[in-house]
């Protein structure tokens, strides 16, 4: 059995572990649009009809498809072998393991994206993430989609911080995610979790891990002013450009804070040691 503490990471995908919207690397030049034109009639279509902007991106990919481009399972799942990556990614998630294993920590990772699940499914770190929660869609008996299963907006992203916190991992379980759970008693505490995103969109799980006691990182590539924002309006704890190799403002920002949760778990088991101690003791002197 592992006793050791756990430590959940969790990303966004898009801007975040790859440079681009996650569509932009094969399908939209698959089915000969250009990525500015692509994403001007997403906009169009949910402003023109109440859409959310996820909802509309998978139904484009649909429509835009159709006579240009066959989709399926499989081929979103090739299409995620063109995604690129920032730098140090590839190398960052067993530099980020074997540095908590020494700690005495455990680290799972997750995505939280409103990308498609199907296509992170095929890149080359998918194996990686313990769960992958991304939009998704329905397949028919051909493996060809047919409705989406799941959309993953900036709102809805945060109820998988509860899932993770308090373990109920499997989307199609509710009831167990709704039942009140004692802090004492999730999974992974808030105190073990750290969020990282990009912008805007990430704002609302970066604030709830952030003041539940856990901790936020907002990544930027070239332009440092939306990250900085979240910074200056105590949305996010620590800032760092998308750069994830070795020795990296990353790699240190990371390292330090599972130094601070191996510290506050250290501590906690310390102060329950002793309230149990505490309570043994009264027990005998007033049984």
């Known amino acids: ?14 801007k975040t572990l790859s440079p681009k919207n996650m569509q932009e690397y094969a399908f939209v030049p698959g089915i000969g649009m250009d990525s500015a034109a692509f994403w001007r009639k997403c906009d169009e279509l949910a402003n023109s009809n109440n859409m959310d902007p996820i909802l ?3 139904f484009l990919m649909k429509q835009e498809s159709e006579g240009k ?11 995620g072998r ?13 530099r980020v393991n074997a540095y908590a294993e020494k700690l005495g920590l455990t680290v799972e990772h997750y995505i939280l994206s409103s990308g498609l699940k199907e296509i992170i499914e095929g890149t080359s770190i998918a194996r990686y993430f313990t769960r992958i929660y991304a939009a998704e869609f329905l397949y028919n008996e051909r493996q060809v989609p047919i409705w989406p299963a799941m959309a993953l907006n900036y709102t809805s992203k945060t109820q ?18 709704n039942e009140y759970t004692p802090e004492s008693k999730r999974r992974i505490p808030f105190q073990n979790m750290i969020y990282v995103g990009d912008g805007l969109t990430d704002v609302p799980c970066m604030k709830l891990c952030k003041v539940n006691g856990g901790h936020s990182i907002a990544v930027y590539q070239n332009d440092r002013n939306v990250a900085e924002n979240l910074l200056r309006q105590g ?14 403002k990353m790699e240190k920002t990371i390292f330090a ?3 601070l949760i191996k510290a506050y778990n250290a501590q906690l088991k310390m102060h329950l040691d002793d309230m149990d101690a505490a309570h043994q003791t009264d027990t005998k002197a007033n049984p």
């Open 1 to 14: 059995m592992n006793n050791k503490p756990i430590v959940a990471i969790m990303y966004d995908f898009d």
């Open 56 to 58: 509309a991106y998978m």
């Open 69 to 79: 481009m066959l989709i399926t399972r499989d081929v979103f799942k090739k299409l």
């Open 82 to 94: 063109s995604v690129q990556l920032f730098k140090g990614v590839r190398t960052w998630f067993d």
């Open 160 to 177: 998988f911080l509860f899932r993770i916190n308090k373990g109920v991992l499997d989307v199609t379980e509710h009831d167990e995610l």
């Open 235 to 248: 949305r996010v704890d620590f800032i760092a450009p998308a750069d994830y190799s070795r020795h990296s």
């Open 257 to 259: 804070l599972l130094d």
